[in-house]
């Protein structure tokens, strides 16, 4: 960003703070550093879209915390621990758990959250990660291999 998209001033500072946030339901939230960039001219506050997709990770981690559900931190461990053991693939993990395409990168960017389901199968296999070998044995006869 060269220039102030509201009012086209060149004076932008980058700028990290807490942004507080009212939820319907957990009334107000604060998200800590925030990143932006500020024109001091205007002094509306911007982000990039890399900037944004922080936002909603930050976001739905507090959102999490409140829930009592895995933050993306810790499901990025649990993946990370799993592909390293089993030497299997994102995608390949997926299908053995039967979630949906792309949902480990989804609930780790924070676009989505996962469900208590998904959320009590990851803590399982974090526990004991001899489960997916216990899931794959389960499902051999009765789906065909994806
Ligand atoms: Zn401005």
Redesign the pocket.
């Given at each position: 960003m060269k220039?102030?998209?509201?009012?086209?001033?060149k004076?932008?500072k980058k700028v990290k703070r807490d942004v507080s946030l009212n939820h319907p339901e957990y009334g107000e939230l604060v998200l800590k550093d925030i990143a932006g960039t500020e024109?001091?001219?205007?002094?509306?506050v911007f982000m990039s879209p890399k900037e944004n997709i922080e936002y909603t990770r930050q976001l739905t981690d507090v959102l999490r915390e409140r829930e009592n559900l895995l933050t993306s931190e810790e499901i990025v461990a649990i993946v990370a621990k799993i592909r390293r053991q089993y030497k299997i693939s994102q995608r390949k993990f997926e299908i053995i758990l039967g979630i949906g395409e792309k949902s480990f990168s989804r609930w780790i960017s924070g676009k989505v959250k996962q469900s208590i389901s998904s959320d009590n199968m990851l803590r399982m296999i974090r526990e004991n990660p001899r489960y997916i070998a216990k899931i794959q044995r389960l499902r051999i006869h009765s789906k065909k291999e994806a």
């Open positions: 220039n102030c998209p509201n009012c086209d001033s004076e932008l024109c001091q001219n205007c002094k509306e």
